[in-house]
């Protein structure tokens, strides 16, 4: 397991690392996305779609039916989730997210209200405010496996730039 923190000074920081996570998103990718409400959850999610469907113009927000879900001209279907709504971590598997964590990238905000269906395997996204209450956000990133690969990758390139 590797753990990265990083400060985004804006929301273009954190659009950045969302690119960035992008391009190396593969079937079975599980990004799960916490913090409190406005935290950049959705900044981040909409950065990595944007850049996987850049034909996308409408990115809607999945907060009442809890899943969007995106077919990129190449590659695995792309799944958004937003859990806030998700009364127990059992609802979610009326979702199907089970055979989406398999077959698909999955981006998910609200992650831990999954309990013990968030796959071990997942990239950790924590995005808290900063300390001087402006634009500013506190990233931590943890991984296993190949995201120790990015998690290192990202500290090199996010140098200088966030
Ligand atoms: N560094 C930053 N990174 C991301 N968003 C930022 C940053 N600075 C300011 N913001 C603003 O904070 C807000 C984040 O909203 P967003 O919808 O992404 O939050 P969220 O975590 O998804 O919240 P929710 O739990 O309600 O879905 C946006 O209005 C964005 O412009
Ligand atoms: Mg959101």
Redesign the pocket.
């Known amino acids: 397991m590797t753990r990265l923190d990083l400060t985004?000074?804006?929301?273009?920081?954190?659009?950045r690392l969302g690119h960035f996570i992008a391009g190396w998103l593969k079937a079975g990718d599980v990004v799960a996305?916490d913090?409190?409400?406005?935290?950049?959850?959705?900044?981040?999610?909409?950065a990595i779609i944007r850049h996987v469907c850049p034909q996308e113009d409408d990115i809607p927000?999945p907060?009442f039916t809890l899943v969007q879900t995106y077919e990129p001209a190449e590659g695995p279907s792309l799944m958004h989730f937003?859990l806030?709504r998700l009364d127990s971590p059992e609802d979610a598997l009326e979702l199907g997210i089970e055979d989406a964590f398999i077959d698909s990238v999955c981006l998910v905000?609200?992650a831990q209200r999954l309990g013990p269906y968030l796959p071990r395997t997942a990239l950790n996204v924590a995005?808290n405010p900063?300390p001087d209450n402006?634009?500013?956000?506190a990233v931590s990133l943890a991984g296993g496996g190949r995201w120790q690969t990015l998690i290192t990758e990202i500290d090199t390139q996010m140098q200088g730039v966030n």
């Not at 913090?35 to 909409?46: D, E, I, N, T």
């Not at 402006?134 to 956000?137: C, G, K, L, P, S």
């Open positions: 985004l000074r804006d929301p273009a920081a954190t659009e996305l913090g409190p409400l406005g935290a950049g959850k959705s900044v981040l999610a909409r927000s907060t937003d806030y905000e609200w995005i900063g402006n634009d500013t956000r």
